[in-house]
């Protein structure tokens, strides 16, 4: 059963980097997309950014420009780097895992909250 | 694209059955099946439901089914149980624009 897990800080002040890893146990991140996606509280799901383990990598538009999605196969680990943090980052980000084949995500982390606030 | 549209309330009664729509689907991706369905309870990660429109993963009750008709894609609850209440995102895929993956906007179901 694969199991993810994200880590990182839980408070980042306005302006700074937010930066989230997510790790895999249970399976190996071969052949697998690889996906991080955000809800801020009592809101709705965002997409942010795919890769794959070779490195190829798909961001959302509305992101792009702040974000970066590195993978560590060695590690089995996957990360996300949000720069220029606002406010309107505060959110839960969840790691994601893609169906095999499939064009969705069927196995989730638990979540970090990720406050930015100074 | 945008965030598809869901409505932001459906209820019903133990026993009956409730439906939650989801519009706005991308038709530019054949075979056009990419929409899936997430139960999210709170404080829990959302979990899939329902794939490639009608599928539902293994131990999914068969109470969830899917559907799709044109640009709007349907959530069907059979049965409802007290257990059903929580929220459900669709979600959909395309290839040609951007972002790849959009959710809808969120449903919370309430078991009366």
């Known amino acids: 059963q694969v199991q993810l897990q994200e880590s990182g800080p839980g408070l980042v002040k306005p302006s700074e980097t937010l930066s989230l890893t997510c790790g895999v146990s249970?399976?190996?991140?071969?052949?697998?997309?690889w996906s991080w996606v955000r809800q801020p509280p009592g809101k709705g799901l965002e997409w942010i950014a795919e890769?794959?383990?070779?490195?190829?990598?798909n961001y959302n538009p509305s992101l792009k420009s702040r974000v970066t999605i590195l993978v560590d196969k060695s590690k089995n680990q996957f990360s996300l780097i949000l720069n220029s943090v606002t406010a309107a980052d505060t959110a839960l980000y969840y790691c994601?895992?893609?169906?095999?084949?499939?064009?969705?995500?069927?196995?989730w982390g638990q979540g970090a909250l990720v406050t930015v606030s100074s | 694209q945008s965030a598809l549209t869901q409505p932001a309330s459906v209820s019903g009664s133990p026993g009956q059955s409730i439906t939650i729509s989801c519009t706005g689907i991308?038709?530019?991706?054949?075979?056009?099946?990419?929409v899936s369905w997430f139960q999210q309870h709170p404080g829990k990660p959302p979990k899939l439901i329902i794939f490639?429109?009608?599928d539902r993963p293994s131990g999914v009750s068969y109470r969830f089914s899917g559907s799709k008709s044109g640009n709007t894609a349907s959530l069907t609850i059979s049965g409802l149980q007290a257990e059903d209440e929580a929220d459900y995102y669709c979600?959909?895929?395309?290839?040609?624009?951007?972002?790849?993956?959009?959710f809808g906007t969120g449903t919370k179901v309430t078991v009366l």
């Open positions: 249970g399976g190996s991140m071969r052949g697998y997309w």
């Open positions: 991308s038709t530019d991706t054949p075979p056009y099946r990419d």
């Open positions: 890769i794959f383990p070779t490195g190829s990598s």
């Open positions: 994601a895992r893609h169906m095999t084949g499939v064009n969705t995500f069927d196995y």
């Open positions: 490639d429109v009608t």
């Open positions: 979600s959909s895929y395309t290839s040609v624009s951007t972002p790849l993956y959009v």
